[in-house]
């Protein structure tokens, strides 16, 4: 029984016969695999970038700039806790907040509403927009009105003069 020169016995019995394009089958299945992954990186990559950094961004600016907020009232409601009703005076302060949030710039307003007679610090950049209330002091006759805006920077400072 002759075997053909291409066909080798194994130790088991079984023949194997060799293949002469395993080269090119092994370059091509590289090339493949890798097309296939090059091609999920492309997708997974801007995705990525969205879920594992732009949206927790997002999240901290909305905190950070309640947070600005609050402390804001705060100081404003302080002040006009120390403010000599009816009494000719002049006051002011100077307080600082956060020169960003999130590596951006941002912009403090305070809005007065005349329907409802309530005036609104307002925290906002883009379109993130946080919004808190001075509660009621908008309200009070002789508080008058509540104005004005700023940028982060610096030192920035809240202001009372009666007579106006």
């Known amino acids: ?5 291409m066909t080798r016995k194994l130790s088991t019995g079984i023949s194997e016969k060799k293949r002469e394009d395993a080269g090119v089958s092994s370059l091509v299945e590289y090339l493949i695999i890798s097309g ?5 990186i492309v997708i997974t990559v801007p995705i990525v970038t969205t879920v594992f ?4 961004t997002n999240t901290l600016t909305q905190y950070a ?3 600005i907020g609050n402390g804001m009232s705060t100081r404003i ?4 806790s120390v403010i000599p009703h009816y009494n000719k005076c002049a006051i002011s302060t100077k307080f600082d907040i956060p020169d960003d949030v999130g590596g951006r710039d941002y912009r403090v307003e305070i809005i007065h509403s ?19 209330s001075l509660a009621g002091i ?12 700023t940028t982060a920077s610096g030192l920035n400072r809240i202001e009372y003069v009666y007579p106006p």
């Open 1 to 5: 029984m002759g075997l053909h020169p």
């Open 36 to 40: 296939i992954l090059i091609l999920f």
């Open 53 to 56: 950094i732009d949206q927790p």
């Open 65 to 67: 700039f309640i947070d």
């Open 77 to 80: 409601i302080d002040f006009y």
């Open 114 to 132: 005349a329907e409802r007679k309530d005036d609104f610090i307002v925290i906002s950049r883009g379109e993130y927009e946080a919004r808190i």
């Open 138 to 149: 908008g309200a009070t006759e002789n508080f008058g009105w509540a104005g004005g805006n």
